[in-house]
């Protein structure tokens, strides 16, 4: 009896070891576009972009998704040529365009000067958790912002 239980101590405690051991060594799956499965952008101090810099006037469109929110002004009537846009300030000191939406108040148009970073990823520093892959698109490094308008107050209206 006490030569079974010594078994089955030995036997619990190489599984709990095996498994221990299986749990350290599983990585994070990399995703085709720099971005890993849990939606933390890779920093690439060396990067280069190859798109040119550009001026964009941005209006915030309050859809309800975890996707990319902003798009081009020029394109607002026209649905089908809309491109949306993730936003990324390039530093921490410029204001975040993704905070300036209340949930209540809109438009909220910038005009944003910068460049496109990627064609299918996701901004950093931003807490993406429940963003599925699918939501991937174009990232905008923006390293100026004016705020051209910022809602309208329900008195105003």
């Known amino acids: 009896m006490n030569k079974i239980k010594n078994i089955l101590t030995i036997l619990f405690f190489s599984l709990t070891v095996i498994s221990c051991e299986q749990t350290k060594t599983k990585s994070i799956p990399k995703a085709k576009n720099n971005v890993y499965t849990k939606k933390v952008a890779i920093d690439k101090p060396g990067f280069e972009s190859k798109s040119k810099i550009e001026t964009l006037t941005l209006i915030y469109n309050a859809i309800s998704c975890t996707c990319a929110q902003w798009s081009e002004t020029r394109f607002n009537s026209i649905a089908d040529k809309k491109i949306y846009y993730w936003l990324e300030p390039a530093t921490q000191k410029l204001i975040?365009?993704?905070?300036?939406?209340?949930?209540?108040?809109?438009?909220?148009i910038i005009k944003v000067t910068g460049q496109i970073i990627s064609e299918k990823g996701f901004p950093k520093n931003?807490?993406?958790?429940?963003?599925?892959?699918?939501?991937?698109?174009?990232?905008?490094?923006?390293?100026?912002?004016?705020v051209i308008k910022n809602g309208q107050k329900k008195n105003d209206r």
């Open 96 to 108: 975040n365009a993704n905070k300036l939406f209340n949930g209540e108040d809109l438009p909220v």
């Open 126 to 146: 931003q807490n993406l958790t429940k963003v599925g892959q699918e939501e991937a698109g174009k990232v905008f490094r923006y390293t100026k912002i004016e």
